[in-house]
């Protein structure tokens, strides 16, 4: 038995695994102290080796985790137990977004990662939801029957929220600019993935890849389908469970 759990900047998650198969997962809104909210998730599983990745993967040492590992091989390692043929990685998350090459046996070979600007993330996309007024949920599909997006020249939070404002007041449809928004941040993440070098298959993971809209523009500029787990999000804290479990490197 083991646990896996990732420690991101928006969310919990937790993996419970027993002989080496998913018997219990777990996600929570980190609020104002995520850290607190990993510790009473770990309580659920007292006695149990924990595997610590994520944003704050660092601090659970304290509450005892058995095991620390990057973000990068965590999601390498649960987007290639959840589809085999897996040789890219896309991770958005809600601070950072990276890709990740693996070779033919499931190594990471290469990765990049945005900067630390939020353009690109889902905390880039809460707050342009915010400034549109529509929830999250909403907001990921509201732009997805639209077709022609807004033009946002900014990816900077600051001033993609400003422009934002700007293109609602001259009465640009909403749809148009969520549409724009969406388009941007797909153009900015392709470019990453063609610098790694894309291989077949690509898996996307990390809580914006149950964004529907997201998934479809990036499909249209890779040119090709993307792998997505039910739970995409719960990935990070899989390859934890998993690398803790001894079932990968």
């Known amino acids: 038995m083991v646990v896996g759990i990732d420690l991101g900047s928006r969310t919990v998650k937790t993996v419970f695994l027993r002989n080496g198969e998913i018997e ?21 599983y007292p006695r149990c ?7 704050g993967r660092h601090s659970l040492k304290e509450a005892g985790a058995d095991m620390v590992i990057t973000e990068i091989k965590a999601h390498a390692i649960g987007a290639r137990y959840l589809f085999p043929s897996c040789r890219t990685v896309i991770d ?6 990276k890709v990740i090459a693996l070779d033919e046996t499931g190594q990471f070979v290469n990765f990049q990662m945005n900067d630390k600007c939020a353009a690109g993330t889902g905390k880039f996309l809460e707050v342009m939801a915010q400034a549109l007024g529509y929830p999250i949920d909403d907001f990921a599909r509201v732009g997805i029957n639209e077709t022609r997006p807004a033009r946002i020249n900014s990816m900077c939070t600051v001033f993609a929220e400003s422009e934002v404002i700007s293109l609602v007041s ?5 749809e148009a600019i969520v549409l724009g928004l969406h388009e941007a941040i797909a153009g900015r993440i392709a470019s990453m993935v063609n610098r790694v070098g894309v291989e077949r298959d690509v898996v996307f993971s990390g809580g914006v890849a149950r964004n529907p ?18 739970a995409p999000d719960m990935i990070g804290a899989l390859g934890a469970a998993l690398a803790a479990d001894g079932l990968k490197n």
């Open 24 to 44: 219990d997962t777990h996600i929570a809104f980190g609020g104002s102290d995520p850290y607190e909210i990993a510790v009473s998730l770990l309580k659920k």
């Open 49 to 55: 080796p924990v595997s610590a990745t994520g944003y």
């Open 92 to 97: 958005m998350g809600g601070q950072d977004s």
């Open 170 to 174: 001259k009465r640009v449809r909403k």
């Open 213 to 230: 809209t997201m998934i479809a523009l990036l499909e249209r500029k890779l040119k090709m389908a993307l792998k997505v787990a039910d």
